[in-house]
């Protein structure tokens, strides 16, 4: 499990971050994705300019997250209502046995 991964857990745990659902960032609230944004870089909130990568792109790189887990972190958070430590657990399974090296970097376009 990589370190980032294993700091996005933490901070779901963290009781720091208040949860939202149907938007990655309301007001001072995240969806699960949103608090990762934050971990990579909180200074990057706001609207993608065209022709940028979206946010979740860049986030699949750097969590080395795939679509299905992707989706399926949205359908927790979102349709499910799963908490953030509900969320955490998810991850901490599905990351055990990982390859634990660092999540790579998706361009300067974005971070």
């Not at 370190?3 to 007001?27: E, V």
């Amino acid at each position: 499990m990589s370190t980032l991964i294993k700091q996005w857990i933490a901070a779901l745990r963290s009781g720091q971050y208040t949860q939202t659902q149907g938007f990655t960032k309301r007001g001072d609230s995240y969806c699960c994705l949103g608090v990762a944004v934050c971990l990579v870089d909180n200074d990057k909130w706001g609207p993608w300019r065209e022709g940028e990568a979206s946010y979740s792109h860049c986030l699949s790189q750097r969590y080395r997250l795939d679509e299905e887990t992707t989706h399926q972190l949205v359908e927790m958070n979102d349709k499910q209502g799963k908490t953030f430590p509900e969320i955490a657990d998810y991850l901490e399974q599905k990351y055990a046995e990982s390859d634990p090296s660092e999540a790579v970097d998706c361009g300067p376009s974005i971070w």
